[in-house]
């Protein structure tokens, strides 16, 4: 039975109510498996070699969840798994995975996640991932997911990440390999402050003819935290890339971003954007004229900016 604080961050990592949600389920509380249901096209094991999960969706399925979220409510607890996903061609799914660390104690409290994914041609994957702590002990609240794609002829991913609150330490990586006319969207958010610390990593690589990608990364520094983005996109055949990558900063905070982008073929076309600034001072009058305290208007941007 789950209790009311993993019950709580269910809901803000996988917008499972009382721990319920339609379609496949797997519940992984502090290193162990807490619940498990198939659907009807869709069926959840754990493997045999590792500590992990494979999720195998069969060909054509349409209109079905996955929900794998992580718990971790054990002080001290270190975690790592291995989730390999197998979507079969024509598919149209949506999986939402999340981590969400409650740490009141004075040790590190750590998940590494490592999922695999293989999109077969033409299936569509929507796949959103949320990381959040909470807990009033001094030990540290640290994920560090990699996350992995491998995109046949056809198909298409959708990839949301976010990082909202009370992580203190983060290094994410995320690779994709994109076939013949396949495509990933990576839309990447987060917030951090005090003295946290947040790292993305992430190579996307266009080998197909007519791949396609756009990297769209918002974020949002305050205190004396820290950000580093490093994307990187390739093209080895024509193709199409775009990466913007978009942040605030704020109080003692720094932010660095290094987009790259590296055409290996006549026909491959890539951009890159980056831009880091403060909150314009005409936005927070604006706000503030229309009745809103300086504190109201700044949030207000804030939560249009990473929307």
Do not use: W
Not at 133 to 156: C, M
């Amino acid at each position: 039975m789950l209790n009311d604080i993993q019950k709580h961050i269910l809901e803000v990592v996988a917008g499972m109510k009382d721990g319920q949600a339609e379609g496949a389920v797997n519940i992984r509380s502090d290193g162990k498996k807490a619940f498990r249901s198939n659907s009807a096209h869709i069926t959840i094991e754990s493997k045999t070699d590792k500590d992990g999960i494979d999720v195998r969706v069969e060909p054509f399925t349409k209109g079905e969840q996955v929900h794998i979220p992580v718990v971790l409510t054990e002080g001290g607890f270190q975690d790592k798994v291995y989730n390999d996903f197998f979507i079969g061609e024509g598919a149209d799914v949506t999986i939402v995975a999340g981590c969400g660390i409650h740490n009141c104690s004075s040790c590190d409290s750590e998940h590494d996640g490592i999922h695999t994914f293989y999109v077969g041609k033409n299936a569509r994957v929507v796949y959103t991932e949320t990381h959040y702590g909470e807990g009033e002990g001094g030990g540290k609240r640290i994920l560090n997911p990699e996350t992995v794609f491998y995109l046949e002829e056809g198909a298409h991913v959708t990839l949301e990440t976010t990082q909202i609150k009370g992580v203190d330490d983060t290094k994410r990586y995320t690779k994709a390999v994109v076939g013949k006319n396949a495509e990933i969207i990576v839309q990447e958010k987060l917030l951090t402050h005090g003295s946290q610390y947040a790292e993305s990593e992430m190579d996307v690589i266009l080998d197909g003819e007519g791949s396609r990608t756009r990297v769209i990364s918002r974020s949002v520094a305050q205190d004396d935290s820290e950000q580093v983005f490093y994307p990187r996109v390739q093209g080895n055949a024509p193709c199409f890339g775009h990466v913007s990558c978009d942040s605030i900063i704020m109080g003692s905070s720094k932010v660095r971003s290094i987009p790259e982008i590296a055409c290996n073929h006549v026909d491959a076309s890539l951009i890159h954007e980056a831009a880091i600034g403060k909150i314009a001072g005409d936005q927070l009058l604006k706000l503030m004229t229309l009745g809103l305290t300086a504190e109201e208007a700044e949030e207000k941007i804030l939560e249009g900016f990473l929307r």
